[in-house]
């Protein structure tokens, strides 16, 4: 079963797969896509706020977080990465608990980009928002590094983040009965 759609002008067939006995997600993957990471990346930036500064989690968000930095000229980016890394000078962290990840996973950010964040506008991106725990691990992070949130971007949306008022998305994905019909 797949689930036929049109994103940033393009048209793209999504596999469904099994979330639990009763939903039915469409898989959206921008790895290994340009095409349409290079289109989602300009649509959003035609919609995007001002800022200073972009950030996404790893991993799914980086092709697009990359595109959009790359597209707008801005010099960095960061990553809200899933582990720490040897490189990093330091970290604070926040868990979460994401509907395509099993199990709570945690959120790092080195301190030297806590330290660049302070005090700037940051706008935080992702490839699919669902339940927004994902965005909320990101807002703790930002938070927590002093940084001004002035918006938050996804490529989808997808149920309970449809038609939240905080989140910007270019097209809404919808959830699947296990018949492959709209829920």
Known sequence: MEYKMTIAGLERSLPLCKL???????A???FGDQ????????ELLKKAPEYDYLISAEAK???????????NGDKKYFLARKAPKLYMTGVFGVEV????TAGVQKLYLDTLD????????????????????????I?????????????NM????EGDAIGREDIIYLEELPLFKPNGELL
């Open 114 to 137: 806590a330290e660049l964040m302070h005090g700037k506008r940051i706008l935080i991106v992702d490839d699919v928002i669902s339940t927004g725990n994902s965005l909320t691990a």
């Open 154 to 157: 996804a490529i989808l949306a």
């Open 97 to 100: 608990d994401s509907i395509t």
């Open 139 to 151: 807002e703790r992070l930002v938070k927590g590094a002093g940084g001004n949130i002035v918006g």
């Open 20 to 26: 639990n006995d009763e939903i039915y997600i469409a």
């Open 61 to 71: 968000g980086i092709p697009l977080v990359h595109e959009m930095a790359r597209q």
């Open 28 to 30: 959206f993957v921008i």
């Open 35 to 42: 095409e349409l990471t290079v289109a989602a990346a300009a």
